[in-house]
């Protein structure tokens, strides 16, 4: 049998013949994996036809062995080619199952944006929390106390006709200004005091270009041992210097039942003075209402109406554009 081929040597290079064929023929990585483990595996047909080796004469081993080696490391480099080819057509596959047509149409997602009263109050409480104040808000049902009896503004009194509201069944009442949401402030802290609460208020009007029932309104209260109207004034002309850039101002003697003295704020707007605020000392009734003795602590307040600001600034002409969610007008702020 020394010159032909012996029967193991006839087995294996069948094995590598059909080894190759098949392993050109795997489509899978999976079932290229079948494969090595069915020919090179520890039971594989490899290691089966190595196995009747022992039967050999001692001479022939060492040429079967060379065979072996050869179409094991054959079968290997078939089994890495095709499982690079493979590896390749995969990622192929993805890249092109993945391509980006930069010429389909996208999809529309309209874009948000603040609402105008939101820029409002969002610019104002930042000029004031610049200035160190804290923002309070709080609840738009009130009792009559919050907001008319503890502003110095008792049952009787004639500025409640000016604060006509909303009564609740319960006696309670739609809150005409933030003021109270200061009153239940100052009594959960202790002076000093630098406090800016915006929020909706109602009144009992009737709606027309410039009125609404329903608006909001900021206002801001510094409590502290020797504040004077000189720094009522410099808070005020800093902020609107902020809002509405360096114009002039100018204080106006006025009434408010928690405030004395009290003043309007105007502005020259163009060329013409515009109310934007109203402010004063806080009336020392106020502070003795809610525990702080008024011979030690002064203060000062003011207040504005949101959307007055919006209209000016944004030259609106009417009032009930800001709540009609009509996108053709929101969607120019
Ligand atoms: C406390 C004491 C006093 C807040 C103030 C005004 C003047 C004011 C109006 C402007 C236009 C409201 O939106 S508007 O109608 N506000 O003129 N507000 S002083 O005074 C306070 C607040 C809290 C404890």
Not at 40 to 51: F, M, N, T
Not at 126 to 145: H, L
Not at 249 to 260: C, D, G, K, L, V
Request: glycine fraction near 8%; include cysteine.
């Amino acid at each position: 049998m020394s010159n032909g081929l012996g029967d193991l040597e006839v087995q294996l290079l069948t094995l590598r013949t059909d080894a190759e064929g098949a392993i050109s023929q795997a489509d899978t990585l999976e079932r290229l994996e079948e494969l090595r483990v069915s020919y090179l595996g520890k039971k594989g047909q490899l290691s089966a036809i190595l196995g009747s080796m022992g039967k050999l004469p001692a001479e022939e081993k060492p040429k079967i062995g060379a065979i072996a080696n050869t179409v094991k490391e054959a079968l290997q480099t078939s089994l890495d080619k095709q499982r690079n080819a493979l590896e390749t057509a995969k990622i192929q596959a993805l890249l092109e199952s993945e391509t980006l047509d930069v010429t389909m149409p996208g999809i529309f997602r309209p874009q948000g944006r603040i609402h105008p009263l939101n820029g409002i109050i969002d610019r104002a409480l930042d000029v004031f929390v610049g200035m160190g104040y804290t923002v309070a808000e709080g609840p738009e049902m009130e009792s009559d106390y919050y907001n008319f009896e503890a502003l110095n503004t008792p049952p009787d009194h004639p500025a409640r006709d000016m604060q006509d509201t909303f009564y609740l069944p319960d006696g309670n009442l739609l809150r005409t200004h933030t003021s109270s949401v200061q009153i239940r402030y100052m009594e959960a802290e202790e002076a000093p005091i630098r406090v800016v609460a915006p929020g909706r208020v109602y009144r009992r009007d009737t709606v027309d270009a410039t009125h609404s029932a329903v608006f909001h309104q900021i206002e801001l209260l510094a409590i502290d041992e020797g504040l004077t109207f000189t720094d009522l004034k410099g808070t005020i002309k800093v902020f609107l210097q902020e809002i509405f850039g360096d114009l002039p101002i100018r204080f106006r003697a006025s009434y408010f039942p928690f405030t004395e003295p009290s003043a309007e704020v105007d502005l020259q707007w163009n060329g013409r003075w515009l109310e934007v605020m109203g402010c004063g000392m806080v009336d020392p009734n106020v502070l003795k209402s809610v525990g702080y003795d008024p011979e030690v602590y002064t203060g000062f307040a003011a207040g504005f109406g949101v959307e007055r600001f919006a209209m000016v600034l944004h030259q609106m002409d009417d009032i009930r554009r800001l709540y009609s969610s009509d996108l053709r007008f929101l969607q120019q702020f």
